[in-house]
């Protein structure tokens, strides 16, 4: 046999690799410069004239071409990433998308294709038909490292076996330092991510993981997964995922593109509500009154208040018309007209029988109110009426301004953001809605000045509120007579593309997939982007992260969302920081998938050292003993160590450290935590870090945040400041801790003023005086 030096078998690996990877992205350019190629000689037919069908035609075409060339370039970095070799000399290539070559002989193979499996599900003690995964490391076009798994060396070739090389692929990933932007593990997937991944799209799948578990990412790449295996049945109602906050979603923005996916939604609590964009925090207290159940019965009091009735009769003036030479009416005087008080109350009640929403029943008053008001007319003007004649005074009455404005009194037109407002600006109206629902004091918390801006608890209130308001009735029938008139336009239009494209007799498309990319106002909207327009969409998945935070009322959000009930809940309870978040995930989800929840609990911290996690773990002991840390992966980094402060001299200590830091983590990225209440002050302290809690905070080297605000971030270097006050903060404080010492993926200072807190009496014996210095 011959023998080579490792340095000559991993070159000769190294340009195999290269070869066959420069083919792919030679496939991929071609197949790329076929798709623009087709979208611009789209755009270039101008707008079709002659009949609407042609511009049916020409959008459909131009938005499958525009999708497919933005699914192209968004898998551009990393095309290729592993192969897997089995008995009998089969290789196969992995990566972001399938690719075949001019003679249709696929050449990649889709991550998520059922032959690419076995690259994440191969264990040396069950390895399937394996003999040896590798790992491609590319940087650009160029393939600059790789990584080999042997599962049977004995069934290897033996010009195979001369070229084995590398370490292990997990390892050199979480080696690298942090980006401010989550990165996708489509190369590295373990074994118990890809049972979450692939689990299958029915029902509601929790995946329990703590800090580092990778349940994050496993979920994002479940979305790619369940939009390639059911396409059919997610394309057309999309896929929904909640994050806790807009830097979140920023950070894992590239995951989902990266993998050729684009038409996922990200989106927040405080963005559910179309037309509203809440950031805003309310005081701990009353997010706890405004997460509570409690508050669809204070909503719904709320609105049977709006249904009001006079303290006697009602009196109105109206003018009275005559007609003069020409037709012209005017007004020659004012008839006072009267409906008895118990008429007003016979009417509200009526209408509030049918328990129809407000805005919907609010019909059903106004016509009884203006049949009295005919009836009272007729009366005075001794003047019999038919249905005719009363059809005919109803609509006049309706138009006369006094009788539209006395009646909006008794029964307005509402829409849920004037509810709301009103609502919580008028304590008198509060006390009244909250009357038998909450304590007086609980009631007292929601008060706000009126113009006040939208919290993130709000919009599960705005959304409470659309359902008992619903819409109005006339202008309901109205859109959707036009609606149901414009489909069928547009599907008939539709059927007539497909006979003459000459797919009519495939299953490739029917009618009804070419009028849904017209749907609507005909703006080839995207599936996302007519979901994020309209609250009663309804999405074929939703993956709610860092769902542990969810108060009961923001389930309830949630859930209108996905009527089938299928869904991926990813969290923590024992991060939960939240005083209206979850204690238990059946406590969360029974009221909605009892009996149909399943839970993947993921156990491998990948993310955090052995030295760091076990400071955490004596925060979790302490705070959550029901809960076990899960087992970090790998050891061998710097010991965390505590940094004891004087008030007086944090400025200079804190900007020491954080220039001793960044000399250890080099282009990694060094988080600053502070409690909330000290945030700004802290800020101010190190002016070159971002500390404007915007989502692009994390493109900065170093950044002060909140401990709330990183929920689901992960850094080379944490500073946790003032951890006493961190504790105390609010009755969650520990689990806040617990978050901020696990966001580590190197290193962990802890800056104190007073004495440690007792959980983290581990660091007693590494307190320190001072930063370590700055490399030269």
């Known amino acids: 046999m011959e023998h080579r030096a490792p340095s000559t078998a991993r070159a000769e690996a190294l340009r195999a690799e290269q070869s066959y990877v420069s083919m792919l992205y030679d496939r991929l350019d071609a197949v790329r410069r076929r798709a623009e190629t087709a979208l611009r000689e789209e755009h270039g037919r101008g707008t079709p004239g002659g009949t609407h069908q042609a511009r049916v035609e020409r959008d459909v075409s131009s938005h499958e071409h525009a999708r497919r060339a933005s699914q192209l370039s968004g898998v551009e970095r990393g095309l290729c990433f592993g192969r897997i070799d089995e008995a009998g000399d089969e290789t196969y290539y992995i990566g972001r998308v399938g690719l075949r070559d001019a003679g249709d002989e696929l050449v990649l193979i889709d991550w998520r294709a059922p032959a690419a499996r076995p690259f994440y599900t191969a264990t040396p003690s069950d390895p399937g038909p394996l003999v040896r ?89 479940r979305a790619a997964y369940l939009l390639y295996a059911h396409r059919d049945t997610l394309e057309r109602r999309g896929v929904l995922v909640v994050g806790p906050n807009t830097m979140f979603l920023r950070y894992i923005g590239n995951v989902l593109p990266s993998l050729g996916e684009t038409e996922v939604v990200l989106t927040t609590v405080g963005e559910l509500y179309p037309g509203v964009r809440a950031t805003a925090a309310d005081e701990p207290r009353t997010a706890v009154v405004k997460s509570d159940p409690r508050m669809v019965d204070l909503l719904r009091a709320a609105v049977r208040d709006r249904q009001r009735v006079p303290g006697g009769d009602l009196t109105i003036l109206v003018p009275t018309k005559t007609s003069v030479r020409g037709g012209v009416e005017v007004v020659v005087e004012r008839m006072a007209l009267r409906i008895g008080h118990d008429t007003c109350v016979r009417a509200r009640d009526r209408a509030r029988t049918v328990r129809s929403p407000h805005n919907v029943a609010r019909k059903l008053f106004v016509d009884s109110a203006l049949t009295a008001l005919a009836l009272d007319e007729a009366r005075q003007l001794d003047r019999p009426l038919d ?128 009028a849904d990319w017209h749907d609507g106002d005909g703006s080839g909207l995207t599936t996302a982007q007519k979901a994020e327009r309209d609250r009663r969409w ?67 911290n990948y993310r955090t050292p052995a030295e760091i996690m076990e400071v955490a773990a004596d925060v979790l002991k302490a705070v959550a003993p029901d809960q076990e840390p899960p087992i970090s992966v790998r050891g061998g980094e710097a010991p965390p160590r505590a940094l004891r402060v004087p008030r007086a001299g944090l400025r200079q200590a804190l900007a020491e450290l954080v220039r001793s830091e960044h000399a250890e983590i080099g282009e ?104 370590a210095p700055c490399r030269p």
């Open 133 to 221: 995964r590798r790992h491609l490391h590319t940087r650009g076009r160029t393939v600059v490292d790789l990584d080999d798994e042997v599962f049977d060396l004995g069934r290897m070739s033996e010009p195979d076996r001369r070229t084995l090389v590398g370490e292990a692929a997990l390892m050199a990933a979480l080696r690298r330092g942090r980006t401010g932007r989550m990165g996708d593990v489509v190369a590295t997937i373990q074994a118990e991510q890809d049972q979450v991944i692939r689990s299958g799209l029915p029902g509601a799948l929790v995946v329990q993981g703590g800090p580092g578990t990778g349940k994050t990412v496993a979920a994002l790449h």
């Open 387 to 514: 249905e005719e004649d009363l059809r005919y005074a109803r609509a006049a009455l309706w138009q006369t301004r006094s009788v539209r404005e006395a009646l909006d009194e008794l029964w307005p037109l509402l829409t849920p953001e004037r509810l709301v407002a009103e609502l919580l600006a008028d304590p008198a109206a509060l006390r009244s809605a909250a009357a038998g629902v909450l304590r007086p004091e609980e009631a007292d918390l929601l008060a706000r000045p009126a113009g006040a801006p939208w919290t993130v608890d709000d919009v599960p209130l705005l959304d409470e509120a659309a359902e008992l308001l619903g819409e109005d009735a006339a202008q309901a029938a109205a859109a959707e007579r036009a609606a149901r008139q414009e489909r069928r336009v547009m599907e008939r239009y539709a059927r007539d593309v497909l006979v003459i494209s000459g797919v009519a007799e495939t299953t490739m498309l029917d009618a009804r997939d070419l």
């Open 538 to 604: 309804a999405y074929g998945h939703v993956i709610v992260d860092e769902a542990q935070e969810l108060s009961p009322m923001a389930w309830r959000t949630v859930m209108r969302r996905i009527p089938t009930r299928s869904l991926t809940v990813v969290g923590d309870v024992a991060q939960t920081g939240s005083a209206a978040g979850a204690r238990s995930w059946g406590e969360m989800l029974d009221p909605y998938v009892r009996g149909r929840w399943r839970e993947a609990r993921l156990l491998v």
């Open 668 to 771: 990694g990225r060094l988080a600053v935590l502070t409690p909330d209440a000290r945030h700004d002050e802290i800020a101010a302290m190190l002016p070159e870090a971002a500390s404007a809690l915007t989502a692009d905070a994390l493109d900065s080297p170093s950044v002060v945040l909140t401990v709330t605000r990183s929920k689901g971030l992960e850094f080379d270097s944490v500073v946790i400041v003032a951890p006493d006050e961190i504790l105390a903060q609010s009755p969650k404080g520990g689990q806040d801790l617990y978050v901020a010492i696990t966001r580590a993926t190197r290193r962990l200072t802890i800056v104190h003023e007073h004495d440690l807190p007792p959980v983290l009496a581990r660091l007693r014996q590494r307190t320190d005086t001072s930063p």
